[in-house]
């Protein structure tokens, strides 16, 4: 199983309201990602984990709240969000960030979360 | 930090046709993905290629990692070949590797 499922598929949010985005994988993935996808561009690294520990946040500002509870699951907490947070929320898992045997930083994507922010 | 650069950005192909997707990386890299996006936002890994050449299909793929460049074939182009292609690249930071997209190559594929 490469599954990577992420809830919601869609979110309209107000800027005042408290969201949170959620990321589930059961294949034993030690690495977990969250990358913001705008219209027409490519996917930009947000925050990584490794071992249930942020080792990476792309100086990401404070209204995101990653939070890794577990090893299969990523959530991503909204709060105060602005419109121009409007975008396509990727989450991502893989074996290792840096692995030592060939595919094991392989990254599987999920679905995604197209969030609107009114 | 480190550019990644794909070309063409865009592409139009005529069902059957192949073709040939770039992709420059400025520094040196720990891993190179490929990926498609298809026209609902999934994203697809299509190679795991640091260095070497792999095959799947209709799609190859070469990455000549001293020389900083990664190439994607596809051959007998299909309609649901259409979408996106990205280059992704590793590489290690403060804390630890973070992973860089190129800008990407757009195909649509034409019956």
């Known amino acids: 199983d490469t599954e990577v499922t992420q809830t919601p598929k869609h979110l309209v949010m107000g800027m005042t309201n408290k969201k949170s985005l959620k990321c589930e994988q059961h294949?034993?993935?030690?690495?977990m990602y969250w990358y913001k996808q705008k219209a027409k561009k490519p996917p930009e690294l947000m925050f990584v984990y490794s071992y249930e520990k942020l080792s990476i946040n792309e100086s990401v500002p404070s209204r995101f709240s990653p939070e890794c509870p577990n090893s299969s699951l990523l959530n991503l907490h909204l709060h105060a969000l602005q419109p121009e947070d409007s975008a396509l929320y990727l989450c991502?898992?893989?074996?290792?960030?840096?692995?030592?045997?060939?595919?094991?930083?392989?990254?599987?994507f999920g679905p995604g979360t197209r969030l609107l922010v009114l | 930090g480190i550019q990644v650069e794909q070309s063409p950005p865009d592409l139009i192909l005529q069902e059957g046709a192949n073709s040939t997707l770039r992709c420059n990386f400025s520094?040196?890299?720990?891993?190179l993905q490929w990926f498609h996006q298809n026209p609902w936002g999934q994203l697809i890994n299509l190679f795991y290629i640091p260095s070497g050449t792999k095959q799947n299909g209709r799609l190859s793929a070469t990455t000549v990692a001293t020389e900083r460049y990664s190439l994607l074939y596809i051959s007998s182009s299909q309609t649901t070949d259409s979408g996106v292609y990205f280059c992704a690249v590793s590489t290690r930071d403060t804390g630890g590797f973070k992973t860089i997209f190129g800008a990407g190559t757009r195909l649509f594929v034409k019956a």
């Open positions: 294949m034993g993935h030690r690495a």
């Open positions: 991502a898992s893989s074996q290792e960030v840096q692995g030592y045997r060939d595919n094991q930083e392989t990254q599987y």
């Open positions: 520094d040196s890299v720990n891993n």
